[in-house]
Nanobody
Framework: VQLQAYGGGLVQAGGSLRLSCAASGRSFSDYVMGWFRRAPGKERELVASISWGGGSTYYADSVRGRFTISRDNAKNTVYLQMNSLKPEDTAGYYC?????????????????WGQGTQVTVSS
């Protein structure tokens, strides 16, 4: 599956952004999807993941209550709604696919990371 993330930008602290990730290739609904981020000098970390049908989600403690992951299998797209943004949310954001929730949570993705989108939150 090929992935393309978009929707990033520059926003002030407290603001919102909605990221989208369009998938092409094999059946999108076969995959658990995740959003990851990587800040300069830091390791890549999982932000959120969502199961095949969208009924189960996982959030990192740092974003729980502020970010919401969702997916539209008819449009082969996964979204990340980010509210109450903080400067520490500044990072490159990437979407990725995996075969199970456990695989995505542990970083075992299927295929390539694809091109990410930059989110910059100013204080």
């Amino acid at each position: 599956v090929q992935l393309q993330a978009y929707g990033g930008g520059l926003v002030q602290a407290g603001g919102s952004l909605r990221l989208s990730c369009a998938a092409s290739g094999r059946s999108f609904s076969d995959y658990v999807m995740g959003w990851f981020r990587r800040a300069p000098g830091k390791e890549r970390e999982l932000v959120a993941s969502i199961s095949w049908g969208g009924g189960s989600t996982y959030y990192a403690d740092s974003v729980r209550g502020r970010f919401t992951i969702s997916r539209d299998n008819a449009k082969n797209t996964v979204y990340l709604q980010m509210n109450s943004l903080k400067p520490e949310d500044t990072a490159g954001y990437y979407c990725a696919a995996g075969l199970t929730m456990g695989a995505v949570i542990s970083g075992q993705i299927t295929g390539d990371w694809g091109q990410g989108t930059q989110v910059t939150v100013s204080s």
